[in-house]
């Protein structure tokens, strides 16, 4: 049962410090999301990759964070410095998309998330 | 701008009663359409989906939404609803222009009364 992997589950960090969230997306898929989930504004696309290659990273705050896939089995989001603002519940989502002619957008996987709560 | 809306922050319904949550759409195109379904503490758990064809879309525990392409919605059912089946419901959809991820509604929390 092939499923999306994130670490930590949880974080509990001091404003400053650099946090880093990892996520193993689903093998074979060609898309990797990143999502931050609030009370106040709800589900957020942060960043997007198609095949390893950032697409789009216009939801993030560039001066603190950065979103990365090393590989194709791990997927990186990092926010330095840390700020209180930046409490929420942030996921990962993996998907096979059919670009081109007949292009499919298929349903996102969701990873477990996680909850980051800067003091 | 496009964009999905679900109009009611929370359903209540009673335990054996049909359920139905709502979703309008405003999208360009031909709409890719969502359900997504969160439970506490937990991610975001696929559903359904509209791509074409049938009106009528079945998907994971029993319940189904129908593209309505007059009226613009897209709203999940169940014909009998379960305790169990109290979450955070997702309505969402893909942009065909501009940043191609899944944008989601503000999400409809659905209680469950035994």
């Known amino acids: 049962d092939a499923r999306v992997t994130q670490t930590p589950r949880d974080k509990v960090t001091e404003m400053g410090q650099e946090v880093t969230m990892r996520c193993q997306p689903i093998l074979g898929h060609n898309t990797v999301f990143w999502y931050r989930q609030t009370m106040m504004q709800g589900l957020e696309l942060l960043a997007y990759f198609r095949n390893r290659a950032p697409l789009d990273d216009s939801g993030m705050p560039k001066d603190r964070f950065s979103a990365e896939m090393p590989d194709a089995t791990l997927a990186t989001l990092k926010i330095q410095p840390s700020e209180p603002r930046d409490s929420a519940v942030y996921f990962c989502?993996?998907?096979?998309?059919?670009f081109g002619q007949g292009a499919r957008w298929n349903e996102q996987f969701f990873g477990p998330g996680t909850r980051l709560t800067v003091l | 701008a496009q964009s999905v809306a679900q109009p009611e922050d929370q359903v209540n319904v009673a335990e054996g009663n049909p359920l139905t949550v709502k979703c309008t759409y405003s999208v360009s195109g031909n709409p890719y359409l969502f359900w997504y379904v969160q439970y506490p503490n937990r991610g975001l758990q696929f559903l359904l989906k509209y791509i074409t064809g049938d009106n009528l879309v079945k998907g994971s525990y029993g319940f189904e939404a129908e593209f309505n392409k007059s009226q613009t919605s897209f709203h999940l059912k169940k014909p009998s609803a379960l305790v169990s089946d109290s979450a955070l419901y997702f309505c969402?959809?893909?942009?065909?222009?501009?940043?191609?991820?899944?944008?989601f509604g503000s999400g409809t929390r659905l209680q469950v009364q035994p």
């Open positions: 969402a959809f893909y942009p065909d222009t501009g940043r191609r991820a899944l944008t």
């Open positions: 989502a993996s998907g096979l998309v059919l």
